[in-house]
């Protein structure tokens, strides 16, 4: 029997392998000609198997910890050990045809008291109209849909789709839409860049290199994703603000897109410039409504970008009316006041640490620095490899020596190399149809005349890679290296203070506590006593 799913349950699934006979919830997705988007149906066999009736209403599993609801329905014609959703619900699960999903019942699942929803900006350009009454009450009213917040569904009217996300419910984080349920929908359209992670973003996979920094930042993030009863066993607080510094073009930005892909948290970018205006307070109102933003998405990765452009040490700013002070002081308070109840993970990234105001690297703020490189060898040939995964390139191409040859390369660098050779080839493709057009009006032909024409430039040669590399440069120079290198070393350096301290054999524990000691001198430094 399947197990019962309770709405306080903390524990996150993972999507395993296909196994029938010991795993029987787990079931491999197939399209279906039923659009709705609240339906997912199962063959009798399975539902009898797993004691499932019609109306049921599950709890689906898919991959990166995605999770929605539906309703499950017979379906004679689905194979045993399939299930059969449509694209909006493996969207929400962030899965594909033939991949794998779990199944289980949800039992405790309560009727709405309110659900908070919001169009997504580019579905209703052009709509004019009560989107409540036109849209939203003709999806919901009889229908009783069971929705989870962070879903996205679609609406139809009128000859039009808008797509809505569930913003958040009451109760929550699922609930049933009923007659009574109070709909609101109020709010500016949310973009879809900054609320949905896409199917095709970027993941670990598609970061090519910076392996360690993939580990370092993913025991940071996991502690708090994966393992919160952990840290409220030890009573640590966790790190909610990570610094990205190194040389431009090396992969800061790429990996940000990643980390929110791979753990399904919504993303906000904004750039420093971005937050700064003419007008008087308007900045810090900038820096409030973004911060706002990323609470209220949540669980969020907010991205400053440029952190060094307003993030300067304040000993010397200077004809800005201190608008820049204020802005800088209005993110320190935000972050402080980010409360460790709000999944937002706030990532800076600079090509300048050694400018940053030192009020930034304290306890509890960006105390947190991870250094990007230039990548190394195995990741040079790793970035090679992914930017030209849907490139034909000929297999005398030696990519491994082209990793090694480009020592010193950014990412960025790399890239641009795979760009230019690919336009080598695109060119020569385009003048030999030129020239064999022009050969064939010579001849009286047309291109009809051929039956299968022929594939002029079948694959990029290696004749395309010496050319791109004529024109290839290093954008990091070696003294720019050694300056992050040496900020590097500074961070690294132990102090003197604790280099040789150690806990005695023997301890005094007369008149003490588990505090150390330290708890009967607590009353000395008590100004209310």
């Not at 033939?98 to 019942?105: K, L, W």
């Not at 370092?216 to 919160?228: D, G, K, R």
């Not at 200077?318 to 608008?323: C, E, K, T, V």
């Not at 060898?377 to 491994?400: F, N, W, Y």
Request: glycine content about 6%.
């Amino acid at each position: 029997m399947t197990k019962a799913v309770h709405s306080t349950e903390e524990d996150k699934y993972v999507t395993a392998t296909l196994n029938p006979k010991e795993r029987p919830n787990r079931l491999m997705v197939d399209d279906t000609t039923n659009d709705d988007n609240s339906v997912v149906a199962l063959s009798q066999q399975k539902m009898d198997e797993l004691e499932l009736f019609d109306g049921d209403t599950v709890l689906l599993k898919g991959k990166k910890r995605c999770e929605t609801i539906c309703i499950v329905l017979a379906d004679d014609t689905c194979p045993n050990d399939h299930i059969r959703m449509n694209r909006v619900v493996q969207n929400n699960l962030r899965v594909y045809s033939s991949d794998i999903v779990s199944i289980e019942v949800c039992q405790d699942i309560k009727r709405g008291k309110r659900i908070y929803v919001l169009p997504i900006d580019d579905s209703v350009q052009g709509i004019a109209g009560n989107l409540l009454e036109v849209y939203l009450k003709p999806y919901f009213v009889g229908a009783y849909r069971p929705i989870k917040t962070g879903d996205v569904f679609v609406a139809r009217a009128i000859m039009r789709t808008v797509e809505f996300k569930v913003i958040e419910t009451d109760p929550s984080p699922y609930c049933i839409v009923a007659p009574d349920t109070v709909i609101h929908c109020e709010g500016d359209p949310t973009k879809r860049e900054e609320e949905e992670v896409s199917l095709s973003a970027i993941d670990y996979d598609g970061a090519g290199g910076l392996e360690n920094v993939k580990q370092e930042i993913q025991e940071v993030l996991q502690y708090s994703v994966e393992h919160p009863e952990k840290i409220r066993k030890f009573g640590m607080i966790p790190t909610r603000a990570v610094l990205f510094y190194g040389p431009p073009g090396c992969g800061k930005t790429l990996l940000v897109k990643a980390i929110a892909n791979e753990y399904r948290m919504n993303f906000i970018r904004i750039s420093g410039p971005e937050l700064l205006t003419m007008w008087f307070s308007e900045s810090e109102a900038n820096v409030r409504d973004i911060f706002g933003k990323a609470r209220q998405v949540a669980p969020c990765v907010l991205f400053l970008d440029d952190l060094d452009s307003i993030a300067k040490s304040r000993n010397g700013s200077f004809g800005d009316g201190g608008a820049a002070d204020r802005v800088i002081n209005q993110i320190l308070t935000e972050i402080d006041g980010m409360s460790a109840k709000k999944n937002v993970f706030i990532i800076g990234a600079t090509n300048r640490p050694d400018i940053i105001d030192s009020a930034f690297l304290r306890p509890g703020r960006f105390d947190h620095l991870i250094y990007i490189p230039l990548p190394d060898e195995k990741s040079r040939l790793d970035i090679l490899k992914i930017t030209l995964r849907k490139s034909p390139v000929a297999k005398d191409v030696d990519m491994q020596h082209l990793s090694t040859i480009t020592n010193g390369f950014s990412g960025a660098d790399l890239t641009e190399i795979c760009q230019r050779v690919c336009k080598l080839a695109i060119r020569e493709l385009i003048g030999k149809e030129i020239n064999e057009g022009k050969e064939q009006q010579r001849n009286g032909q047309t291109a009809t005349d051929s039956n299968e024409p022929e594939d002029l430039v079948p694959e990029i040669r290696r004749d395309h890679f010496e050319e791109a590399l004529k024109f290839a440069r290093r954008s990091v120079s070696d003294n720019d290296i050694r300056k992050y290198e040496m900020f590097t070393q500074t961070l690294q350096q132990p102090r003197d203070f604790g280099r040789q301290f150690h806990f005695s054999d023997q301890q005094t524990l007369q008149g003490t506590d588990r505090s150390g000691g330290y708890r009967e001198n607590c009353d000395d430094d008590d100004l209310y006593n």
